[in-house]
């Protein structure tokens, strides 16, 4: 029963090809964005003042306290309530870019605190300004700190994509619960549902793996 | 020979509502080294700090070459810090860059040269105090003489008409002290202008033309070491060597 | 979707669903009055679901501790078949969506003739995944223990199973427990996807009252905060563990080292 060629190449294949450009599109944008919202969250954590400080931590907190089913369900079913309408592809990548960028956060801000006061000093003690110390300084040794749980953020990202199938984007997760549902062939569909995430975790980890490698440094990385 | 190059007057610090500098003046002549001593906490470090403004003094001025220290003018305390050399106790190297860029990056992006020029210019220094061969090695990579040589590299490059070095070796094990020791003997042998706090005593004895003794913020004896160190002479500076001397026996 | 929901065997507390007024909020407009009404009946049935969810992750996390371990120990000082093997499983379980795996399982239990029951299907599910997490945080924590150790105990006459049981492990233990705390508030946010299946938990409990009284945004702010409270509870008790167990000179600040390592 699991050699049945037939089925794959026409009914699964398909249906999860068409599922992959969505879980693609859905990927990439909150990926990007998030990550860039990690940043400015992260800076203001950091360096912010008091207000802003709280309010990132505040945010940070609730955001990784909370399931992502549950913010994606409150975007999705709750917000309609007052007034605020999302389709199921734009509530998926809104929830998944607010909940990205509370994760990167966390990172960004754990490798700006890293960065010694001495370094700093050095920079200035040579004469640069405060713009050239975090051009030159700062960001070179926070981006090599924050690329490992960055990386491992956007690798969660591209697992926990399926969660779009819960308020009925169809992604890869959907297309295959279609398809699995129509022919009552679980076993199957999933098995070829896993090894597109497979795949696509797989390819993400060997690429921040190679960019890991890539910018290595005595004295950085993971310990 | 005599020219004043850098003027240090009425320098005060509070922190926390605590003294740590009370009115601290003192003049360097071109070719001089001035040697800081004093028991720790007494503000030694935070008077060097505060002479290139890392720590922003409460009242006091600073002169360079005759010319007054604007620090709320941001573009003139750059400029002046890049004529100001610092050697930290800790090193501070830039973590992410390699000996070579440790140096170069100061004269790329403050004093504005090539790349090609300022590797050359990095390279020269770094032979300098003997680290050419290990010019292509990270931070991680050096021992702790090495890390003290390469700072003192990435603040000779910069051509500095003074440079503060902050107990340059008491980070560094025993047997490491003496490659730092040498090239700092070589520069003052060489008539660079420099203000040193340490606890070296023989090395203070032998290569400062003053000494300057500070206690809670103070700068309370100054005077040549043969003055301040004489057998017999009943100064605070030889009472602190001899207990110095004694911890060390 | 709801084609194969079916009951929660093991839901322990309400069997059977209160009742919920009919939502008066559109004709008299007294919004926030309604919602607090409809929250307040329905507390008890969704606190029911706490119960639940709870005991899926406490199963969860007690079957990753008992698998964990050893795949960790194999993959540390295994022979290359074994550690081979633990890395397919890890790579596998850590590579595949939560989601797909409720699905998978259920697929394979039916076509094993197995009653799919989606309680245990969740803990199936959530223990494989922990069981591969875990073994990842032990094996960072085994593997950043100094070597001495074991050459100690070998010097002492140990056996290696004898050195690795009474000497690697309570140490790697103790490093373990700030991974494992971050373990277990992923898992929690992990089990509510569980609803899928028709698990009875906080999650499903909140989504079909609110399906019932259209109070959605009040019923998972409820939810959303039992996840936050569970949360917060638990780590506060991990801290206390870790505070208790505490040797000194075992400093668990980074004890973070295994949970970033990629397989």
Known sequence: MLLDIDFFTQDVLPALNQGLLVTLALIIPAGVIGFIGGIVLGCARAFGGPVLRGFGNAYTTTLRGVPLAVQLMMIYYALPKIGIYFDAYGAALLSFILCSAAYHSEYVRGALLSIRQGQIRAAQALGMTTFQTILWIVVPQAARRALPGCGNEIVYLIKYSSLAYLVTCMELMGEGKVVASDTFRFTEVFMAVGAYYLVLVTLATWLLHWLERRTYIPGFGAR | ?249 | ?263
Not at chain 2, 61 to 74: H, Q, S, V, Y
Not at chain 2, 130 to 136: I, N, P, Y
């Open chain 2, 1 to 249: 020979m005599t020219e004043d190059v850098l003027q240090v007057s009425h320098i005060s610090k509070q922190l926390g509502g605590k003294p740590i500098l009370q009115d601290c003046s003192f003049t360097v002549k071109r070719g001089e080294l001035k040697v800081l001593i004093g028991p720790s906490g007494a503000g030694k470090s935070t008077l060097l700090q505060c002479i290139n403004c890392l720590i922003p003094p409460d009242s006091g001025d600073i002169w360079l070459e005759g010319t007054k220290l604007d620090r709320a003018n941001k573009a003139h305390l750059c400029a002046f810090r890049a004529q100001v050399g610092m050697i930290f106790q800790d090193f501070n190297l830039f973590d992410h860059l390699t000996a070579e860029e440790n140096v170069a990056i100061a004269l790329r992006k403050v004093r504005g040269m090539s790349r090609k020029d300022a590797a050359d210019r990095a390279l020269e220094e770094l032979g300098r105090v003997g680290l050419a061969r290990r010019s292509q090695l990270y931070p991680a990579q050096l021992s702790g003489g090495q890390k003290q040589r390469v700072a003192m590299a990435r603040a000779l490059a910069m051509d500095p008409k003074v440079i503060l070095l902050d107990e340059p070796t008491s980070a560094l094990d025993p047997e490491l002290v003496g490659e730092v020791l040498a090239v700092i003997r070589d520069l003052a042998q060489n008539g660079m202008t420099m203000i040193m706090a340490t606890h070296q005593m023989d090395f203070a004895r032998a290569l400062a033309h003053e000494i300057l003794f500070m206690e809670r913020g103070k700068i309370i004896e100054q005077g040549a070491p043969d003055v301040l160190l004489a057998e017999g002479c009943n100064t605070r500076t030889r009472d602190f060597c001899c207990r110095l001397l004694e911890m060390g026996a």
């Open chain 3, 1 to 263: 979707m709801r084609c194969m929901r079916r009951r929660g065997g093991r839901t322990g507390s309400p069997a059977a669903s209160p009742h919920f007024p009919a939502n008066p909020r559109k004709k008299n407009g007294i919004f926030m009055a309604s919602s607090l009404q409809v929250v307040m009946d329905a507390l008890p049935f969704i606190l029911g679901g706490t119960v639940v969810t709870v005991c899926a992750v406490a199963i969860a996390l007690g079957m990753g501790l008992v698998f964990g371990v050893p795949l960790a120990v194999a993959q540390v000082y295994g022979g290359p078949l074994a550690r081979r093997c633990v890395g397919l499983y890890v790579w596998f379980f850590r590579g595949v969506p939560i989601l797909v795996l409720l699905f998978l399982f259920y697929g394979l239990f039916v076509s094993c003739g197995l009653n799919p029951n989606p309680f245990l299907i969740s803990c199936c599910v959530m223990g494989c995944t922990s069981t591969a997490y875990q073994s990842q945080i032990f094996r960072g924590a085994i593997e950043s223990l100094p070597q001495g150790q074991l050459k100690a105990a070998r010097a002492l006459g140990m056996h290696d199973a004898g050195a690795i049981r009474s000497i690697i492990l309570p140490q790697a233990m103790r490093l373990s427990i700030p991974g494992w705390a971050n373990e277990f508030s992923i898992l929690l946010k992990d089990s509510a996807v569980c609803y899928v299946l028709g698990t009875q938990e906080i999650m499903s409990r909140a989504n079909s009252v609110a399906a019932r009284t259209h109070e959605h945004l009040a019923m998972f702010a409820v939810a959303g905060v039992i996840y936050f409270v569970l949360t917060i509870i638990v780590l506060a008790l991990l801290r206390r563990l870790e505070n208790a167990v505490q040797i000194p000179g075992y400093s668990t600040g980074n004890g973070m080292a295994g949970f970033e390592c990629k397989g």
